[in-house]
């Protein structure tokens, strides 16, 4: 049974910080392409960022330079840190899985999803 577990989620102000945490089981976590996704209230599902089994990254424009992916190989974990957060950073984070997404910015190319985790940023 594969899981991905969301937290870290919750309440900030414009400018403040958050750090969301993935913990994944029931796959060869090493092995895969990780990434995060988001979704507003009437909004498409929208790319975030991606982390590949060899570290390389990448990120949605509209994020670079405040956000950061990360993965700790040893603890099944994936982390986005969120900085300077704007009130349109609002939504649901998803963390999702996949053995090698041809286009990363694709939801359909992820097999596994978690059950997301609310954002709510205050102007």
């Known amino acids: 049974q594969v899981q991905l577990v969301e937290s870290g989620g919750g309440l900030v102000q414009a400018g403040g910080s958050l750090r969301l945490s993935c913990a994944a089981s029931g796959i060869i976590f090493s092995t895969y392409t990780m990434a995060w996704f988001r979704q507003a209230p009437g909004k498409e599902r929208e790319f975030v960022a991606a982390?590949?089994?060899?570290?390389?990254?990448y990120y949605t424009d509209s994020v670079k330079g405040r956000f950061t992916i990360s993965r700790d190989n040893a603890k099944n974990t994936v982390y986005l840190q969120m900085n300077s957060l704007k009130p349109e950073d609002t939504a649901v984070y998803y963390c999702?899985?996949?053995?090698?997404?041809?286009?990363?910015?694709?939801?359909?190319?992820?097999?596994?999803w978690g059950q997301g985790t609310q954002v709510t940023v205050s102007s």
């Open positions: 982390i590949w089994s060899d570290g390389s990254t």
């Open positions: 999702a899985a996949d053995t090698a997404p041809r286009t990363p910015r694709t939801p359909r190319e992820y097999d596994y």
